[in-house]
């Protein structure tokens, strides 16, 4: 059992062993993805703040997951072929993992367990619910995008909601808070 954030055991998404001790010191911003989702445009905002404060410190970690409406349904090689080609994406990424449900990852079990609520969650779920989606517990994951702030010391500080995009001022001052700490 892992004892700490930074012991949970991923895979990059060239299948090789990693973990977010790697990044220990980094203010990370932990993103499910999927490459057929409305949201996907998302990237490009992502891999903007990336370039604009990863001399600060930041690291965005991006996760496929294809647990909502199957909208990750590629390979992780076609995956990374995608998020290089399509928005030439530089931040990590890593194998595709589930964020939900019985097969959920260490990772997002130890995220949303931390913080499980969402900053600007009301209005996206509201929206899932009239398509008659089902949006599970509260503390679950809601859908694809949905983004946790880690400090440098490994704390799990702050989850945002699919919909809050990257230069949303809620993200960006929490963002700038823990980087400058």
């Known amino acids: 059992m892992a004892t700490s954030i930074y012991d949970v055991p991923v895979k990059r998404i060239d299948g090789s062993d990693a973990c977010l001790g790697d990044y220990r010191n980094k203010v990370l911003l932990v993103v499910n993805v999927a490459s057929k989702c409305g949201l996907t445009p998302q990237y ?8 604009d404060k990863r001399a600060a410190g930041l690291e965005i970690l991006a996760f496929p997951a294809n647990d909502f409406k199957e909208q990750e349904p590629g390979s992780d090689a076609e995956i990374r072929e995608f998020c290089s080609r399509t928005y030439d994406i530089h931040f990590p990424l890593f194998s595709k993992i589930s964020v939900i449900g019985a097969d959920q990852h260490p990772l997002y079990a130890a ?8 900053i600007g969650d009301g209005p996206f779920r509201e929206r899932l619910k009239e398509y008659g989606i089902d949006t599970g517990k509260p503390a679950d994951v809601l859908w694809n995008f949905e983004k946790f702030l880690i400090d440098r010391q490994g704390g799990i500080v702050a989850r945002f909601a699919p919909d809050v995009a990257a230069d949303d001022p809620r993200l960006t001052t929490a963002i700038d808070t823990e980087l400058a700490k």
Do not use: D, V
């Open 44 to 51: 490009a905002g992502l891999e903007k703040l990336y370039q």
């Open 111 to 118: 995220l949303t367990s931390a913080q499980p609520a969402a």
